[in-house]
């Protein structure tokens, strides 16, 4: 059974490692100073203090829930807001001021789903890497499980590795990468995430379908389920802008 949530609290954390992924994504790694753990559930986010007026921006926690004292985050960088700008500013042992764990966006074991499809667009992936993780690993979860990833361009791509690893580890887990620009070399999935559901038979029967990325996808993959027997209990999203 999945525990309550959490309320959320001020935490001091630092900036323990930056990691550039690419030219568009990169990956944030801080250290609890105080308190010292964290307690939250796969799916959940933190809030940030971006700004000494009190600007926020959340974030979804990219890390495995039983990493408990510190938390990692993956940041979409081209937008180029005050979030971004705040975060790219920071030194190695800067403080930052947070609020966690925020968030309902997580499975629900007591649903009872037989199958679980994670779709994502985009920085919409990290929840799902700590969803998965702590699904897999922790939970010993031997339920099929898959992910859908939509990007535009190869180059965008990361952590591919860490799925392909689960996919050779977990039978029951598979990993679709799909491009919509992709190169002519290309040798996986293309085209958009919906359009790859729109394509395929959709399983109806108690699976659940979990949507994170831009808000267009998600209407489109809501409609889509549920024109194809999906009941919308079964569909759980969060939307990044």
């Known amino acids: 059974m999945t525990p309550p949530l959490q309320p959320p609290q001020k935490y001091i954390a630092k900036l323990e490692e930056k990691t550039e992924l690419n030219s568009k994504f990169i990956q944030f790694h801080f250290e609890l100073v105080e308190p010292h753990t964290i307690k939250f559930e796969a799916g959940q986010y933190v809030s940030i ?44 042992g800067d403080p930052v001021e947070i609020l966690a764990p925020m968030g309902i966006f997580t499975v629900d074991e007591k649903l009872g789903e037989q199958e679980l499809v994670f779709v994502a667009t985009g920085s919409g992936i990290t929840p799902f890497r700590a969803m998965i993780f702590d699904q897999l690993q922790r939970k010993g979860d031997n339920r099929p499980i898959s992910l859908y990833w939509g990007l535009r361009h190869v180059e965008h791509l990361f952590w591919t590795e860490d799925f392909e690893q689960l996919e050779r580890t977990f039978s029951n887990f598979s990993f679709i990468p799909t491009l919509s620009q992709p190169p002519d070399d290309w040798p996986l999935s293309r085209g958009r995430v919906t359009e790859i ?15 994170c990325g831009n808000d267009h996808m998600i209407k489109d993959m809501q409609t889509l389920l549920q024109e194809k027997g999906v009941k919308p209990e079964n569909i759980h999203f969060e939307k990044f802008y």
Request: proline share 3%.
């Open 197 to 211: 559901f729109s394509a395929k038979e959709v399983n109806s029967n108690n699976v659940g379908y979990y949507l």
């Open 49 to 92: 203090k971006v700004s000494e007026r009190g600007d926020r921006r959340s974030y979804s926690i990219c890390s495995s829930p039983d990493i408990d004292h510190g938390f990692e985050l993956l940041v979409d960088m081209e937008p180029g807001g005050l979030g971004c700008q705040y975060l790219s500013s920071l030194n190695f």
